[in-house]
């Protein structure tokens, strides 16, 4: 069919809109004293959770960084919901969110004060009756007013996913997000964010060292060693590689060096 120039800016849009969430290619990351992240491509589907797997150190939270543009990349593309970061970081940013417990808020402000200066950043609509709303979903309620830093983990935990969700992004990147959780309130969590993913069609990029949470919240899992990416593919196809019934079990033949069955 031939391309009209007149469509082409909609072509592009349309291009755009059905691209990947994440595509990532031969990206590097060289601090001054370490290669973290070496030359690595993959992609991340629309409306699919992908596991980011990886011993300490393997490169995952650098890789992460670069995605959202806060790392520079040494080398390499990357392109999140069709848009080349960090040169067009401005036109995305709003569209994507970020958890991880390791990132604090400030701890003097009450939880509402917090949700309101992340969501006057991102410029949510109608900010007081969002924040209602996950108060509600999220079982805030009775601690909004409460200053976050005298939150328990569990509590702190919730009101970091409020935060991820308040522009209700289309692209979630998640460092951990149940790090440091109980089993109960863990789980609570994977379901909150599962049921995100459902209802809003959104992607989701989960590093995490849980093996049970990533075989049953991923459908595709990139495991990371020494900065580059050691396997790629669904967590069946990546457990029957290996020979192995979990991927605990693939976590520990790749973190103490064993071949695949497939190449031994
Ligand atoms: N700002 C920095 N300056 C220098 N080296 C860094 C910096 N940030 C990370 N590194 C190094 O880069 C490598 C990858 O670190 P990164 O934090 O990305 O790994 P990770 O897979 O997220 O590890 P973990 O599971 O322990 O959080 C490590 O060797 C780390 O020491």
């Not at 999140?80 to 040169?87: F, I, K």
Request: with cysteine; proline share 4%.
């Amino acid at each position: 069919m031939a391309i009209d120039s007149h469509n082409q800016p909609q072509t592009a849009a349309l291009r755009a809109a059905a691209a990947a969430a994440i595509e990532v290619a031969h990206l590097s990351k060289v601090y001054k004293t370490a290669r973290a992240v070496d030359g690595i491509s993959f992609t991340v589907p629309r409306g699919s959770v992908t596991g980011l797997l990886g011993g300490n150190g393997a490169g995952k939270t650098t890789t992460i960084a670069m995605i959202m543009g806060l790392v520079l990349p040494s080398a390499g593309r990357i392109r999140v919901l069709g848009c080349g970061m960090p040169e067009q970081r401005a036109d995305v940013l709003g569209r994507i969110n970020f958890e991880s417990p390791y990132v604090d808020m400030p701890s003097r402000l009450t939880v509402r004060q917090n949700l309101t200066v992340f969501g006057k950043l991102y410029a949510v609509p109608d900010l007081a009756g969002r924040i209602a709303e996950l108060a509600a979903d999220l079982d805030l309620t009775e601690f909004l007013d409460r200053a976050s830093g005298k939150l328990s983990a569990g509590q702190k935990t919730r009101v970091a996913l409020a935060k991820a969700l308040i522009n209700r992004p289309e692209l979630l990147l998640l460092d951990e997000p149940t790090a440091s959780l109980d089993p109960d309130t863990a789980d609570w969590i994977r379901s909150h964010l599962e049921s995100y993913r459902k209802q809003r069609g959104a992607s989701i990029l989960l590093a995490s060292h849980n093996m049970l949470e990533v075989e049953r919240m991923c459908d595709r899992v990139v495991i990371m060693k020494r900065g580059r990416i050691e396997d790629d593919d669904t967590p069946s196809a990546i457990m029957a590689r290996y020979n192995r019934a979990t991927l605990e079990d693939v976590f520990l033949d790749v973190a103490r060096g064993r071949a695949r069955d497939a190449e031994s």
